[in-house]
T-cell receptor, first 115, second 114 residues
Framework: GAVVSQHPSWVICKSGTSVKIECRSL??????MFWYRQFPKQSLMLMAT?????????EQGVEKDKFLINHASLTLSTLTVTSAHPEDSSFYIC???????????FGPGTRLTVT | AQKITQTQPGMFVQEKEAVTLDCTYD???????LFWYKQPSSGEMIFLIY??????QNATEGRYSLNFQKARKSANLVISASQLGDSAMYFC???????????FGKGTRLHILP
């Protein structure tokens, strides 16, 4: 199956700093990627849909100025958590899909801890 | 309103027994897909099985089968001959073709007992 990678796998940062998380599709082109957030013992919550060459579409309640998404190429999407605070500590997972046949591949996730 | 409902927060099952994880969904889109994912403690999302809304037969993948009852909007996952390695969190998810995104249920934590 196709592979989606994320970097870094874990990161610790201080409150007020920004953190960038990369999501790459390694062996296929992804015009659309998705970013999810998962708090401990909870489900995955969709944050935004990242579209190559255009602005991301954010889900209701997600601050677009805080969670900056850039989909610069067909194989790379980045999520930047700006001015991170402890409540932003979470597990962030990206996914990418192919259209025919439809399959969705998930990255291994990035664990963010803000101190 | 929740689009994906998993009513079993946790389940304990004896090794080698079959287990059914429940999932109901809600959509008005005639074209949709249903997924089951396994998430072990490592956090990675492991794809298990997929059922398209127009598929006539229930999907099967090895020990996994999906009991798809379209009229009841039900998509239960059946794991046959459970193994200790099946202990994990299981998520049911749905993709509506009209907006392309995948929405997850709250999950069921499955514990397989030796």
């Amino acid at each position: 199956g196709a592979v989606v990678s994320q970097h870094p796998s874990w990161v610790i940062c201080k409150s007020g700093t920004s953190v960038k998380i990369e999501c790459r599709s390694l062996d296929f082109q992804a015009t659309t990627m998705f970013w999810y957030r998962q708090f401990p013992k909870q489900s995955l919550m969709l944050m935004a849909t990242s579209n190559e060459g255009s602005k991301a579409t954010y889900e209701q309640g997600v601050e677009k100025d805080k969670f900056l998404i850039n989909h610069a190429s067909l194989t790379l999407s980045t999520l930047t958590v700006t001015s991170a605070h402890p409540e932003d500590s979470s597990f962030y997972i990206c996914s990418a899909g192919s259209s025919e046949p439809y399959e969705q591949y998930f990255g291994p996730g990035t664990r963010l801890t803000v101190t | 309103a929740q689009k994906i409902t998993q009513t079993q927060p946790g389940m304990f099952v004896q090794e080698k027994e079959a287990v059914t994880l429940d999932c109901t969904y809600d959509t008005s889109d005639p074209s949709y897909g249903l997924f089951w994912y396994k998430q072990p403690s490592s956090g990675e999302m492991i794809f298990l099985i997929y059922q398209g809304s127009y598929d006539q037969q229930n999907a099967t993948e090895g020990r996994y089968s999906l009991n798809f009852q379209k009229a009841r909007k039900s998509a239960n996952l059946v794991i046959s001959a459970s193994q200790l390695g099946d202990s994990a969190m299981y998520f049911c998810a749905m993709r509506e073709v009209r907006d392309d995104k995948i929405i997850f249920g709250k999950g069921t934590r499955l514990h397989i007992l030796p």
